[in-house]
């Protein structure tokens, strides 16, 4: 499984940006997918998951109100999305997908089998 999350970059608070992540390899339509993201400095922290059947998700406090998450499978490709609205400088980092082969989507690091390379979000203020 290959995982590729791209659509970061630099943007000023209460700007928009929306990641997107391809899920390549042998998935699973069971798989549960999750962002996650990590500061400099900080732990890598848990932003959202959504389950296989893209009708239960989680979110963290932080950014609930403001992250949307979603998952589609265009062409038999399986892509998930974060729509990032009203960004905040507390939101920079690098964004990571990941996917659990359990169907987890929920908060813990370690029920996610495979993660992506991360993109980069600036939130300048």
């Known amino acids: 499984v290959q995982l590729q999350a791209s659509g970061g970059g630099l943007v000023q608070a209460g700007d928009s940006l929306r990641l997107s992540c391809a899920a390549s390899?042998?998935?699973?339509?069971?798989?549960?997918m999750g962002w996650f993201r990590q500061a400099p400095g900080k732990e890598r922290e848990f932003v959202v998951g959504?389950?296989?059947?893209?009708?239960?998700?989680?979110?963290a406090d932080s950014v609930k109100g403001r992250f949307t998450v979603s998952r589609d499978n265009p062409k038999n490709k399986n892509m998930m999305y974060l729509q990032m609205n009203n960004l905040k400088p507390e939101d920079t980092a690098v964004y990571y997908c990941?996917?659990?082969?359990?169907?987890?989507?929920?908060?813990?690091?370690?029920?996610?089998?495979?993660w992506g390379q991360g993109t980069q979000v600036t939130v300048s203020s």
């Open positions: 390899g042998r998935i699973s339509a069971t798989y549960g």
């Open positions: 959504v389950s296989w059947s893209r009708k239960s998700t989680h979110y």
């Open positions: 990941a996917v659990s082969r359990s169907g987890w989507y929920g908060s813990t690091i370690g029920n996610y089998d495979y």
